[in-house]
């Protein structure tokens, strides 16, 4: 069974900085893409940042030029650098790993982490 396991969240004043995590319980044979979604209260789900095993990434406007995704596709991890952040960056952030080919509008996450919840206080 794959557990996608996050860490690294936390409480951090605006302008600062936080390092997320995320790991597989097993290797995934299946998937070529890793990246992490957020959730706010009232919200939908919505794109932060994937990076497929070839190294394309995908970035929402809201976090380019602050925040970094980088994948090991050997260990099946994925990290997210966030930098500069704002009170408009908390939320829930989730770990998914799945699919991509290319001309898709985005991609297919079949395995979800339980979620790791980030506090930006002004």
């Known amino acids: 069974q794959v557990v996608l396991v996050e860490s690294g969240g936390g409480l951090v004043q605006a302008g600062g900085s936080l390092r997320l995590s995320c790991a597989a319980s097993?290797?995934?044979?299946?998937?070529?893409?890793m990246g992490w979604y957020r959730q706010a209260p009232g919200t939908l789900r919505e794109l932060v940042a994937t990076?497929?095993?070839?190294?394309?990434?995908n970035y929402a406007d809201s976090v380019k030029g602050r925040f970094i995704v980088s994948i090991d596709n050997v260990k099946n991890t994925v990290s997210l650098h966030m930098n500069s952040l704002k009170p408009d960056d908390t939320a829930v952030y989730y770990c998914?790993?799945?699919?991509?080919?290319?001309?898709?509008?985005?991609?297919?996450?079949?395995?979800w982490g339980q979620g790791t919840e980030v506090t930006v206080s002004s």
């Open positions: 990076s497929t095993s070839d190294g394309a990434t």
């Open positions: 097993v290797k995934i044979y299946s998937i070529n893409t």
């Open positions: 998914g790993a799945g699919l991509y080919r290319s001309g898709w509008s985005g991609s297919q996450i079949i395995y």
